[in-house]
Each structure stands twice: as structure tokens, then as C-alpha cells.
Nanobody, 115 residues
Framework: QVQLVESGGGLVQPGGSLRLSCAASGSIFNIRAMGWYRQAPGKQRELVAVITSGGSTNYADSVKGRFTISRDNAKNTVYLQMNSLKPEDTAIYYC?????????WGQGTQVTVSS
């Protein structure tokens, strides 16, 4: 069984920063990728950023240059550093872990960008 625990969400003013963390535990073998997705009210869940086991990264166009994804392999933890936050970044952010051909999701953490 795989468990994902997310942390770091909250309320921040436009232009501010937050760092999300997602720690994985359990039967973790052959991690292919870890990533962050988000879902705003009334919208579909969308990819924010992903990092593969080899260290390759991919970002949504809307966050390029503002967000940075990284991982600590020893801790099985993935991070999302979010800078220059905008109101349109407001959403529930979900961590996803791909082990082999199986996806595991975190419970989500709320990020609200508002003055």
C-alpha cells in the first residue's frame, strides 16, 4: 500500500510564494514519476508539473518560469516551489505518484491566492 501526505498549502497574497511537499511511504518500488496537478472550482484537473525518475521535468505553460518541481529520492518526497503566485493559481493541488503502471493520488491541499 502506498500513502501520500501533502503539506504546504494555504492563503497567500498575489505575488507571494508557497512550497508544497508530498511525502510517499509504503510499498514503493520502481517510481517512474512524481507530479503535481490542480483542480479549480468548476474546472477539470490539470497537470502543473511532473518530474521523472531520471530527473526530467515538464511544466504547464501557465506556470513555466514561476513554479519549480524537485524531488528528494532518499525521502521519497516531491516539492513544488511556487513563486509569483496569481489569483488564477487558486485550486486544490494534488500530488501523484506513478509506480510501475499504477497511479497513486494524495488527498489534496488547498492553495488560495487572494488579497
Amino acid at each position: 500500500q502506498v500513502q501520500l501526505v501533502e503539506s504546504g498549502g494555504g492563503l497567500v497574497q498575489p505575488g507571494g510564494s508557497l512550497r508544497l511537499s508530498c511525502a510517499a511511504s509504503g510499498s514503493i518500488f520502481n517510481i517512474r514519476a512524481m507530479g503535481w496537478y490542480r483542480q479549480a472550482p468548476g474546472k477539470q484537473r490539470e497537470l502543473v508539473a511532473v518530474i521523472t525518475s531520471g530527473g526530467s521535468t515538464n511544466y504547464a505553460d501557465s506556470v513555466k518560469g514561476r513554479f519549480t518541481i524537485s524531488r528528494d529520492n532518499a525521502k521519497n518526497t516531491v516539492y513544488l516551489q511556487m513563486n509569483s503566485l496569481k489569483p488564477e493559481d487558486t485550486a486544490i493541488y494534488y500530488c501523484k505518484l506513478t509506480v510501475g503502471f499504477v497511479d497513486y493520488w494524495g488527498q489534496g491541499t488547498q492553495v488560495t491566492v487572494s488579497s
